[in-house]
């Protein structure tokens, strides 16, 4: 930077500075949407594909993320609980999927599954419950449509406060007479579980919430 003083001097200054680029934290999902829970009938089976769905935020989400899976572990959700067999299997498991078996566990019990990842020098890891109930249940998804804009995270979706948001609900096993009721549940605190539904007085006045057939 220079400058001239009225006199005719002139002043020579100089500033700088430096910053350092770091890799983002790797995004570790399960299944797709983000979904943190699901329901496995003991007549089904459902197949867990990490790599599919995780990202690195440094790349595109259409090209290869380079993410492998180092292990998987899997637990009950209420010990001292009995481990099942098939879930001291999944412990040993280092494939890049796992197929959980509703009919090799527990009927009624609920299981913690989780997946060690890797890139590089980075992890992560991502977590689900399953909980075996029934003999053939839907298996649902929640997912932003491509008209929104949302971006993934290990557990659901951040949107932009000033877009609209329109999402669907994928169901592989529900069959075509199924009926979907929809419910939206805002996080609070003051609530046992920290959820509550949503009122119409959360609603901002220019704002509104929609349901399509």
Not at 135 to 161: F, H, K, Q, W
Not at 186 to 199: G, H, S
Request: some cysteine.
């Amino acid at each position: 930077m220079d400058a001239i003083a009225g006199t005719g001097a002139a002043f020579v200054g100089q500033a700088s500075t430096y910053f350092q680029v770091v890799a983002s934290d790797l995004i570790g999902v399960m299944v797709e949407g983000g979904m943190t829970a699901i329901s496995v009938g003991t007549a089904q089976n459902y197949i867990l594909e990490p790599l599919l769905y995780s990202l690195d935020p440094d790349m595109d989400p259409a090209d290869p993320q380079g993410i492998t899976v180092v292990s998987w572990y899997c637990d009950v959700l209420e010990p001292p609980a009995p481990v099942d067999t098939a879930c001291q299997n999944y412990r040993t498991a280092t494939g890049s999927t796992l197929t959980i078996q509703g009919s090799s566990l527990t009927d009624g019990q609920t299981y913690i599954i989780t997946v060690n990842l890797q890139k590089d020098s980075r992890t992560a890891t991502a977590t689900l419950q399953v909980t075996i109930q029934g003999v053939l249940v839907p298996v649902a998804s929640i997912l932003c449509n491509p008209s929104s804009v949302c971006y993934m995270r290990r557990d659901g979706y951040t949107a932009l406060e000033s877009s609209r948001i329109s999402l669907q609900c994928k169901c592989d096993s529900c069959l075509t007479s199924a009926q979907y009721l929809w419910t939206i549940s805002i996080n609070d605190y003051r609530w046992p579980n920290e959820w509550r539904l949503l009122k119409s007085t959360d609603v901002m006045n220019d704002r509104s919430i929609s349901k399509a057939n």
